[in-house]
């Protein structure tokens, strides 16, 4: 659930409201609106430079507590280093640390979004406004004694900028992505005894609500498509199994969509081959890759995109029990090649065996992106900075990796081959659902691609980023919502009419 938080913009000459934050850069200088405003404090400012030995360096700030010589409860300045050599991703990294210097008791707060020598573009103001509602971003629901027991209710930011009306559409879009990344988290936060399968079904509905037609196949219609991939990774549990399809009708009629493909295992015990019991309650995560679809296809309804999009997620509980799948088992897929199980822990592939495709089959798209939260070997490889990129494509792997540079969701490629496609050829089936140990992220990347024929393709493995990562500078939750902001700055660079 996201901390109460509401940005709006004004123009550089509006009277500040709350905390007050404003910008310098490495030699401590002022922009001309912001100059204006902290005119009558300079004095304080100076004394507070002097007594802090404060030097101006990238972010970092100084905080000063009721200014002499300015109509505010707080003074914070913040650096943002040279000012001139700011990229894009950078004011989403201001957004994230303005939010987070801004007092937990404050109700209103204005940041004056002026830089010393060099201009702040409508598109800037509105990634600064990103970074904040990301960064403000908790999740406390199940909670019953807060950090602050009063309820102060919403804060309020206000950023000045120069050209109001330009930042205030350029924010639009990006409140619809920062509403699609909230979603993710929660997702993936929720714990399992409330997100199962079938609430998270209803969940993915909700999103009818922005314009998003939705589909719903239960463990009887998917037993009539022939999922018997899928619904052999669920029988185990006693909570049904679900596919969700979600599309999003932006673009031009009869225009092929761009597909988007996630594992939801809203708990994954391992099944009969079982994980160890250190470290299992973060399965409740293993739904990272659904979670970010579902929210993907909020934000390109929610901000309009010219686009046709699909969304479909595969959800199940991967349990043991008496009916649970068992090593040896032989399934057959939706495709109607066989797999032979060689260890039920290696369940998401089977889930996106199906879905992929049934997507590739029922919508003929332009591309498929899966996600999931696929193997451990991919921490191994990458660490929690990178997620993992494997594609039949190169063009489409090129635009994945550049849309990672500009959002900070970084993707890394790593190889296919024949050589690793025989470690999954099975002595008794068309294949068996893991290759061993060694390159295992690679094999089970193998295993998905036969399921993709020609269809242009990219498989993200986001074991490392969209659960238990690193706190960043917009995400203090365990679910981080990685790959919202990438796959739609994907379709908007590339994909929309």
């Not at 609106?33 to 100084?62: I, P, S």
């Not at 010219?306 to 057959?332: F, L």
């Not at 451990?376 to 090129?398: K, M, P, Q, R, T």
Request: proline share 4%; charged share 25%.
């Amino acid at each position: 659930m996201s901390e109460p938080v509401t940005v709006s913009f004004a123009k550089h000459n509006a009277a500040p409201k709350g905390v007050v934050v404003v910008l310098t850069d490495e030699s401590l200088a002022f922009g001309a609106a912001t100059q204006k405003l902290v005119k009558g404090a300079d004095a304080a400012l100076t004394r507070a430079f002097d007594a802090e030995r404060y030097k101006g360096k990238a972010w970092t700030g100084l905080d000063l507590l009721a200014p002499a010589g300015l109509e505010a409860p707080r003074l914070i300045v913040i650096s943002v280093g040279k000012a001139r050599e700011l990229k894009s991703s950078d004011f989403l990294k201001l957004g994230g640390l303005v939010a987070g210097k801004i007092p937990a008791s404050a109700r209103e707060a204005t940041l004056v979004l002026d830089l010393p020598g060099a201009k702040v573009s409508a598109d800037d103001a509105a990634e600064v406004g990103l970074g904040i509602a990301l960064r403000s971003y908790s999740f406390d629901r199940y909670k019953t004694k807060k950090k602050d027991e009063a309820d102060h209710g919403t804060l309020a930011v206000t950023l000045l900028v120069a050209d109001e009306p330009a930042a205030k559409r350029a924010y639009a879009a990006k409140e619809a992505v920062a509403d699609g990344v909230i979603l993710a988290r929660d997702l993936v936060n929720e714990p399992p005894n409330v997100l199962d399968p079938p609430e998270f079904a209803r969940r993915a509905e909700a999103l009818k609500k922005v314009g998003v037609e939705v589909e719903v196949f239960d463990d009887a219609d998917l037993a009539r498509l022939g999922m018997r991939a899928l619904l052999g990774v669920g029988q185990g549990s006693i909570k049904e199994s679900r596919v969700v399809v979600m599309q999003w009708r932006g673009g031009a009629k009869g225009d092929a969509p761009v597909a988007f493909i996630g594992k939801g295992v809203t708990f994954d015990t391992g099944g009969i081959s079982i994980k160890p019991a250190l470290g299992m309650e973060d399965m409740k995560g293993d739904m990272g890759g659904a979670a970010c679809v579902t929210g993907l296809m909020h934000a390109l309804a929610a901000r309009k995109a010219k686009v046709n999009a699909v969304g479909v997620i595969g959800i199940v509980e991967n349990m043991p029990d008496g009916a649970a799948q068992r090593p040896g088992d032989i399934v057959t897929s939706l495709s109607g090649q066989t797999i032979e199980i060689v260890n039920t822990d290696a369940e998401g592939r089977l889930v996106l065996a199906d879905v992929l495709w049934y997507a590739k089959e029922r919508f003929k798209p332009k591309f498929m992106i899966d996600l999931a939260t696929l193997t451990g070997a991919i921490l191994v490889a990458l660490g929690s900075d990178h997620a993992g990129l494997f594609s039949n494509d190169n063009e489409l792997a090129e635009r994945l990796a550049k849309a990672g540079q500009e959002t900070g969701e970084k993707v890394w490629r790593l190889p296919l081959g024949q050589e690793y496609d025989k470690l999954i050829d099975s002595k008794f089936a068309d294949m068996k659902n893991t290759g061993g140990r060694n390159a295992g992220s690679i094999t089970a990347a193998q295993f998905l691609k036969r399921f993709v024929d020609k269809t242009p393709w990219a498989h993200l493995d986001v074991a490392g980023t969209a659960m238990s990562s690193p706190p960043s500078d917009i995400n203090k939750s365990w679910g981080s919502g990685w790959g919202v902001r990438l796959l739609n700055q994907l379709v908007k660079d590339h994909y929309e009419g």
